[in-house]
């Protein structure tokens, strides 16, 4: 991470100290967190072909042991889905269906988060926690700062700061106290039609109990059958391989 | 296989279309992170669109029937569909989670008529058809029969031709060949309309069609309708279906 006041100076002088400095804080008390869970609600709009926004939501949790575990589960009436990466292979579970597949990943996690996504078209969503260096993560690309001050979230008193990026915007409420816990997140992609935009909420933190080994090791649940991960390239007909009998334990 | 661009049923207006989709709206991946969106923009696959209103055409065939020649009067079933249908075709194969899919699907009219369903009365603009000699009743992707007293909703039969493609029909290739597939139905573009057909071999799918049923040959999971084999894989996190001979 860089150090405050140095590297932050030199980039960042056209920008809201105040709300840069808000934001750092909250990145490195998450990078110091040698391990960590949450529980959240994501919400993202679509918009329709007659103009009407609408909004789909999951339910998810994120476990998350630096440098190289990590466990999410995604979640609705209509979809269900566990993903896994243990240091070594990301495994995704389809609990509706009850398919898994999985494949090899390098040891470092945010080559695996950008991994996921460029060789296999995985959103990850809100994994911007648990990259590495968040704080650099979140201001790469960042144009512009503002700071509305306290706002309520999810009935916590935070700091209200919004982002102009090129490509997108972004807010972000910052719990205010000791605890610097992000509370809320929106994207908005102000480029596409209708700017639909991507919220998260996030309802409770846990840093203080350590994540148990089991959580990040993928056990197929009963009757489980694996299926071939296939590459964002893939576009020929598939061959069966790779699928296996269901399993038992 | 991927559909490279939007593709439309074999009109100019098809190709217009396209192009205000690739021009009008540059892409951009909408991801839930600021790492994904940052770092995904740059390895889109396609271009997003969603078309708007007004932008689907109507098969050549049925507009051109649209009045009686000799009476100038309009034909009773295109007089039916005055209530303009629900029209949505998915776009390609773009770079986003495609696991809200699911509760897109659940949006569609066709998503609520299972088949053998019973219906006392067919919904407002249902349009006649017939296969075969047989009357059939089509509304947004659903297809009925006619019984003693009331309608069931039924398998599209093979061989309907219908005006329009169905509200969230995705597009989705055989070798040169585009398809669309929704509700478990592929249509195939013809000139006089979109023609329903038995499902092509190597194209790869969101959902299964209903009625599909897993068997297992040599070890491997399948999923078998109408004599057609359905694999699963998982792409894009989400679990996909491509016919396969197995």
Redesign the interface.
């Known amino acids: 991470m860089p150090m405050a006041g140095t590297v932050w100076a030199q980039e960042y002088t056209n920008m809201d100290a105040g709300a840069v400095q808000v934001l750092r804080a909250a990145c490195q008390y998450l990078a110091e967190a040698p391990y960590f869970g949450i529980t959240a609600e994501i919400w993202r709009e679509h918009l329709t072909e007659d103009g009407q926004k609408v909004q789909f939501s999951r339910s998810m949790e994120m476990e998350v042991e630096r440098p190289n575990r990590f466990h999410t589960e995604i979640h609705s009436p209509h979809s269900q889905r566990g993903f896994w990466y243990d240091g070594h292979s990301l495994t995704v579970l389809d609990r509706k269906h009850n398919l898994f597949s999985a494949t090899s990943m390098p040891a470092n996690l945010d080559e695996v988060i950008d991994a996921s996504r460029d060789q296999f078209g995985i959103d990850l969503p809100m994994i911007d926690l648990a990259v590495s260096d968040p704080f650099t993560n979140a201001m790469a690309r960042v144009q512009g700062v503002r700071d509305f001050g306290m706002a309520p979230a999810l009935g916590f008193t935070c700091h209200h700061l919004a982002f102009t990026q090129d490509n997108i915007d972004w807010q972000i409420w910052i719990q205010d106290g000791p605890q610097p816990l992000i509370r809320k997140f929106v994207i908005t992609h102000k480029n596409e039609p209708g700017s639909p935009e991507f919220t998260g909420l996030i309802r409770e933190w846990n840093l203080t109990s350590r994540i148990a080994d089991s959580d990040f090791a993928f056990v197929p649940p009963d009757g489980a059958v694996k299926v071939p991960m296939r590459g964002v390239s893939a576009d020929a007909a598939l061959k069966p391989t790779g699928a296996t009998e269901p399993r038992t334990r | 296989?991927?559909q490279k661009c939007f593709d439309r049923p074999g009109r100019k207006l098809g190709l217009l279309v396209c192009a205000c989709g690739l021009i009008s709206?540059?892409a951009?991946a909408?991801?839930?992170?600021?790492?994904?969106?940052?770092?995904?923009?740059h390895?889109m696959?396609g271009a997003?669109h969603?078309?708007?209103?007004g932008e689907h055409e109507r098969s050549p065939a049925f507009e051109e029937h649209r009045v009686l020649p000799q009476t100038g009067r309009q034909v009773e079933h295109e007089r039916r569909e005055v209530e303009p249908a629900?029209?949505?075709?998915e776009g390609p194969r773009e770079?986003?989670?495609?696991?809200?899919d699911?509760?897109?699907r659940?949006?569609f009219f066709w998503s609520h008529v299972p088949r053998g369903a019973f219906y006392a009365t067919l919904p407002t603009g249902y349009l006649p058809i017939y296969v075969g000699g047989n009357p059939y009743y089509y509304y947004e992707g659903a297809y009925y029969q006619p019984e003693a007293s009331g309608y069931v909703a039924v398998t599209p039969p093979v061989g309907a031709v219908v005006p329009q493609l169905p509200?969230g029909a995705e597009p989705v290739t055989a070798g040169q060949t585009t398809y669309y597939y929704a509700g478990g139905t592929f249509y195939l573009p013809q000139s006089q309309g979109l023609v329903v057909v038995p499902p092509p071999?190597?194209v790869t799918v969101s959902s299964l069609p209903p009625g599909a049923t897993p068997v297992?040959?040599?070890?491997?999971?399948?999923y078998q309708y109408n004599g057609v084999y359905f694999?699963?894989?998982?792409?894009?996190?989400?679990?996909?279906y491509?016919t396969?001979q197995?």
């Open positions: 296989m991927r709206f540059p951009q909408q991801w839930g992170s600021i790492r994904g969106n940052n770092h995904g923009e390895e696959r997003v969603t078309p708007m209103r629900r029209r949505w075709v770079a986003r989670d495609f696991d809200f699911e509760d897109r659940h949006g509200p071999l190597g297992y040959i040599r070890g491997g999971l399948y694999m699963p894989s998982i792409q894009d996190g989400v679990t996909v491509t396969v197995p």
